[in-house]
Structures are given as C-alpha cells and as structure tokens.
C-alpha cells in the first residue's frame, strides 16, 4: 500500500473529505483540525494522523494519536490501507504515545452494520464511548503497532517540517 504524503490543502484529499460524515465544514479549504497533522492520500483514499493540541481535547484519551479521518472509495481493503497508515505515521513521527492510535466512529452515520469492522480487521479493538455524541471509541494499542515503512514523499514531510 503506497500511500503519499500530502497537506491540508491537497484538492483530492479536499473532495473526500467533503464526502466523510465527519466533516465540520464542507468546502473548507483545510482539511484537517488543529495540530500536527499527516496526511496520506491514495488513490480515491484518505487518512488523516492528527496529534492534536491539549486544548481542543474533549475525550477521555488524552496522550494517543488520533485517526481524525479515514474515507476509502477505492477498491482497497480498508484494513490493509489502516494497518498501512498506522505503519507510515510510525515511519513519521516515531515512538507512539501511551494510549496508542484512538479513532472514533459514529454508528449512526456509517452504513455497515458492524461499525468500525475495518478498524477491528486492521487490529484495533473497540473500548468504548465518548460521552459526547456516543461515538464508537477504537484503539490500536502501542503493544500492537506495526514496523514502521515510511510513505512515498517522506523527504517532502521532512521538508515541510523545517520550513
């Protein structure tokens, strides 16, 4: 799974955002929330990696890197493309956190009836709610993390990193 490294702005990475339940703002020329992002685009697929600034937590899993959005409308297995993104964020910005990798999902927004099974086929594990909203809660514990392999355009995140 070769993902690419793109930024907030990136228009394919816009368009499937817009297209994701959990976009605040359609049409927004940024794509991600505040914090350090990375984001990966494949073709017709978008994960966001987001590190996000203590202030604007509002859940109970302080500490973890977040899965903020994840939209696959390619003909890629879900899980494959989680496991390879959880693999290249690795790559990115090293040693995870306490708590891992967290996502949430809403069950009322998606249309499988087991939601957040891709996440569960990628090795996360279901461990909770938010007490806002009642969104699923799935996390990926560091115990469990893959090998790191870094993403096509890694010396581009390198790069932006600096500048």
């Known amino acids: 799974m070769n993902w690419e490294i793109s930024n907030r702005s990136d228009p394919m990475g816009l368009q499937l955002a817009d297209r994701h339940y959990n976009r605040q703002s359609p049409g927004s020329k940024n794509l991600a929330p505040p914090g350090k992002t990375l984001i990966l685009i494949q073709d017709h697929a978008l994960w966001v990696s987001l590190q996000q600034k203590n202030e604007f937590i509002?859940?109970?899993?302080?500490?973890?890197?977040?899965?903020?959005?994840?939209?696959?409308?390619?003909?890629?297995?879900?899980?494959?493309?989680?496991?390879?993104?959880?693999?290249?964020?690795i790559a990115c910005w090293g040693n995870p956190p306490e708590n891992g990798f967290i996502t949430f999902v809403n069950p009322s927004k998606v249309k499988s009836r087991n939601p957040g099974y891709c996440f569960i086929k990628a090795g996360w594990k279901k461990i909770g709610y938010t007490k806002i909203n009642s969104l699923l809660v799935f996390q990926l514990s560091r115990l469990d993390f893959p090998s790191p392999i870094d993403p096509v355009g890694r010396q581009y995140d390198l790069f932006q990193a600096l500048s």
Request: glycine share 0%; hydrophobic share 35%.
């Open 58 to 89: 509002k859940h109970c899993w302080k500490n973890a890197w977040i899965c903020s959005t994840f939209r696959n409308e390619s003909n890629l297995l879900s899980s494959n493309l989680i496991k390879s993104a959880v693999s290249n964020t």
